[in-house]
Structure formats: C-alpha cells, structure tokens
C-alpha cells in the first residue's frame, strides 16, 4: 500500500507547512532593539488568539499608527501581485521559448556563446536588473521627453506593465539558459540521431520530440523558477511601491499579519505547484516531488 | 595547484579585484581615518557657481551625490564590509551546512522528513524576507541612538543570514552525499570493513571537493543577494541611521556598504541624477562577477586535478545546486535527472 502512505505524507506536508511559516512569522519577537529577547509563552499564545479570529484583524501603519482592519483589503493586494506575476511568466517564457527556437539551426559557436553568456548573468543579483531598466526608463523619459510605459503609479493608476516586463527579466534568462542547455542534452540522445537518419526534417524533429521532451524536464525547475520569480517581485514591488502582497510582508509586517498574508500567498503557489506534479505523474508517470 | 590556480586569467581578474579593493579600503580607514572629500560648489570657467551633484569624470571620478560628497571615497569605505561582510556570511553557512550535511546523507532514512518539510516552509518565502523582518528592531536606529555596538549589529547580522542562507545548501550536500555513498565501490569498501570517517575522508571527499569549492561560491553569491534585497529596503548592513522630525532626510547607512548606497540612492533616480544609483550597482556586479570567475577557474583547475569524469561537471554557479535545494531524494532510488 504505497500509494497510502504516500497520500497521508502528501497530507502531513501542509501542515508541517504551515507550522515553518508561524515560527517565521513569530521569529521577530524574539528580537528587540538591544539584542535577542525571550518574549515569554503568553505573547505567543496571543498571537495565536489573535489568528483564530481572522475578520478582526487589523495591520497598523507604522508612519501614522493608524489601524486599518486587513480582509478585504488584502485582496486587492494580493489580485495586484498575481496579476504582475502571471503577465511576467508568460512573458518570460514565451520569450525563452522564442529565442530557443531561433537559435535551434544557429551556429555551434552563437549557441555556446548564448549558453555562457545567460549562465553569467544567472548570478547577478535580481536588484542589478531591476534598478538597471529603471534608471534606463527614466534616461529614455530625459532623452526623449516621453513615457511610452508608466514606471511609477499609486492608488487606481498603479504600474502594472512595467513591473511585469522587469519582472520577466531574470526569469527569461533562466528559462533560455535551462531550454538551450536541455535541447543539447536532448540532442545527444539516440532518439534524435535515428530521426535525423530517417530523414525527417530538424525543424520537424524540434517541434514534435526535442520540445516535448524538454518542456517536461524543465517542469523538474518549476518550484525552483517560482521561488526565484517570488523574491523578484517582492524587490519590484517595492521599488515600483505597488500595493501588492510586499507592504504586508515588510512595511505592515506584525506577526499575524505576516503569518496571514505568507498564508495567502504562497499557498496558491504551493497548490499550484502541486497540481503541476500531479499533471506530470499522470502524463508522464514519473514521480516528482516539487 | 596554486602555480596553475596562478595561470587563470579569471581567477586572477576576480581575485585581483576583490584584493584591491580589500586593500584600498583597509588602507583608507587606517590611514585616511575613512575621510570623506566634499565639494559643496565649484566655480565654472564663467565666474558662476555650480552646485552639486557632479557626473562621474567632470570632477571627481565618480562623481559626487547632491550634497557634494565624492562616491569613490564611500565605495572605498564600504568595500570592506561588502567584501568581508559577504565572505563571512558565506563562510557560516557553508561551514554550518558542511557540518549538518555530511552526516545527514549518511543517515538519510526518511526520519527527518518532519524538519525538512518544516523547513520547506523557508523556500515559500524568500531567505530576504525574513531577514528584513527578524532584523528590523535591531538594525533601525531609534530616536535615542543604537543601544548596541557595531560589532555587535554586524555580528548578528552575520549569525542571522548565514543560519538563513543554510538549509538548502545541507540538504544539497546531503543529497550529494548519499548519491556518493549509493555506488557500487562504496558498498565494497564497506563489506571490507571502512567506518564512516574512512568512508568520508577517502571516498566522499575527493568526490565532493569541486561541488564544495561551487556551492560556497554559490553561497557568497546568495549572501550578496540577501544583503543587496535588504539594502534596497532600507536596512543597511551595520545599521541604519534614521533621521526624525521635520526635515528629516532620508535614511543613511553606518557603513556605506555598497547595497546600501543603492538603496540609499535609490529615491534620486526620478531627479535630475538618474546614474547615482548606478554606481555602486557597477561595483556591486563587479563582486559577484569576481565571485563567479574565481569560482569557475576553481572548478577548473580542480576538475583537470582530480580524476571526476567530464559528465560530473557542472554547468554555472547558480545553476548548480539552486535546482535542488529541498528535492528530496526518494529512498526507492527512482532520482531525478539534475
């Protein structure tokens, strides 16, 4: 009975989930001004009371004290994060995919060039690229006298495209670095030697066996490519100051709020995730934990 | 190896300038007492004053901030921070990692599956997260002054994102590990009577030395990461100096280490001067660029070295283990393709 134990470790594993991200969510408490602090069971305890009763929850604004009670408002913010997200995963992805199908029948030396060349900006930190296309907006803004895209925004008039475009930046170079080293991986297969001595077209090879094959294992990366993308856009967010899931986890950050909108947020992609896993164990019958 | 280690021109390049950078800082405190050179207005060829900011070349070599202050002498003065600051984090956590990994992959049962899920919780949300939050009391000056020493803020800070930094580098040598300790050659050395020690000190090690040397590269890169993430949100490494009341300015870093300039520079971007905050970006890419070459002509002269076959190899820096972290290998053996 595999499949059992399976089922109940797959169970067992949110929870153990959740218990991570409330000890996170407690972990400045133990942390004051003068160094680390025991804050004692009952501050504890009370941050637990306070998260059996979600509706009342309030976050304060740490600049004026005010207190704003957080459901529904934190819809809002949480529609706005996941609205920029989704456009920049599509973006990244089909730009990645674009680009490895243009340099499909490039020269050896252009692909290994392009293989270096995104494995080297791989490591730079996120900030670079982000601060980088803002400071070129702004200089083609001084240089031209025009904003073609909106670099910054508050309330109803908030910047969606722009965060999303810098957004899908490093995602891109990822998803092109891990399609061009996939492809060549896959071209060393005996499969692809028996379809070129067959024949049949490369371009036709590519689109039907070497495509197919790569998607699924660049499917291996996806929690991987969504972490990366998450704390991305926690940077984007704030740079741009979207109201997005970011004021909540660090200007609005007490306990239970932290621990709520954590909740919130990375449980879609946590779910999403495992829907994933479940899609390739039944189309492809292997077995991945994402 | 040290004679070819010489012979890398990326090795020496990286070096080089973490070196020089190192050195000049150092001696600018000792020496310079950190000075500061402040120009607050020039006179043009017409008899007119000029005010400050300067571009880079047209007065100091990297020019000057809106108040007049030259940005090379705060790159010298937070160099040794960046540097030393990164490398220690980096050396906690790889050593912590190195000290909880080894011996997991060789007891790896499927006993401590709760802390790993637990653990797992870490990956949801970004290590810079939680490290903003969990430093925010202590690294935010409050209206009467830090109460604690430098030393003590860079200290903790230091212990905070090593420990952060940590888990999915151990479970990426413990699933490296207990790879190693599944092939054939090992379990003979084990019929013949080799105790773990053996088993590490002669099988594991010249195995694992070249992904060692990678993932802690890797993991000075992620310290890099982490420090830049909590320098563009205002918590400078060493503290931030808040100003209060009306008037205040905005925040300014204790020790001008080089993420915190850009997240000091970061509001002057929709002013006139939108390069300041590309200057200690340039030195910023110039680090992990420095960190990345010395690590790839490591793995190079270590993979000519040992006898590990060219499809052990791995690729690039981040793309190493970054893939791994929490995968857990499945005890039927039925591993994935990395």
Known sequence: MAWKSYLLHECMKPFFLILGVFLISISPLFISVEGFVWPGLEQIGGILGQLTNPEALVYINPGSGEERSLFPIIFKAFASSLTVLGIALVVSFSLALLGTLLLWRAPKRLYQLCLSFTSILQSIPDIVFVVASQMFLVWLYVETGSTYIKIAGAGEEEAVLAPALILSILPTIYFFQSMLSLVEEEKEKPYYEMAVSKGLPKTFILLTHILRNMLVRLSYQAKFLISIMVSNLLIVEYLFENFGMTSFLLTYSQPPVFFVTALLFFGPVYLFLKIFELALYFFTRQEVSL | ?338
């Open chain 2, 1 to 338: 190896m040290m004679k070819r280690l010489g012979k890398q021109p990326l090795f020496l390049w990286g070096f080089g300038f973490i070196i020089v950078m190192l050195a000049g800082s150092l001696i600018h405190a000792n020496f310079f007492d950190s000075y500061v050179r402040h120009t607050p207005f020039l006179e043009n060829g017409q008899g007119e004053m000029v005010g400050p900011p300067f571009a880079p070349f047209e007065h100091s070599i990297l020019g000057t901030d809106m108040n007049g202050n030259h940005i090379v002498y705060y790159i010298l003065k937070g160099a040794k921070y960046t540097i030393l600051g990164v490398f220690s984090i980096g050396a906690l956590s790889f050593a912590l990692a190195f000290l909880i990994g080894i011996p997991l992959g060789f007891k790896r049962k499927g006993k401590s599956k709760i802390i790993e899920n637990t653990l797992s919780a870490l990956y949801f949300i970004p290590a810079s997260v939680i490290a903003y939050n969990f430093l925010r009391p202590l690294l935010l000056e409050p209206m009467s002054g830090f109460p604690t020493t430098l030393g003590f803020r860079l200290g903790t800070e230091v212990l905070v994102i090593g420990i952060l930094l940590t888990p999915p580098a151990a479970i990426y040598i413990a699933n490296e590990t207990s790879a190693i300790l599944k092939k054939e050659y090992i379990t003979t050395s084990r019929s013949l009577g080799a105790g773990p020690f053996h088993l590490f000190r002669s099988h594991l090690l010249p195995h694992l030395k070249e992904r060692l040397v990678t993932l802690f590269m890797r993991q000075n890169v992620q310290a890099v990461l982490v420090i830049s993430h909590l320098g563009v949100f205002e918590l400078f490494f060493g503290g931030t100096k808040v100003e209060f009341g009306l008037g205040a300015g905005r925040p300014v870093p204790v020790t001008y280490e080089w993420a915190s300039m850009v997240g000091m520079y970061f509001r002057t971007l929709q002013t006139n001067v939108y390069w300041l905050v590309g200057i200690p970006l340039i030195f910023l890419v110039l680090f992990v660029l420095a960190l990345t070459g010395m690590s790839r002509a490591l793995r190079k002269v270590l993979a000519e070295d040992g006898k590990v076959s060219k499809s052990e190899e791995e690729s690039d820096l981040q793309s190493v283990g970054g893939r791994d972290d929490f995968t857990m290998i499945k005890g039927t053996g039925k591993t994935l393709r990395r």
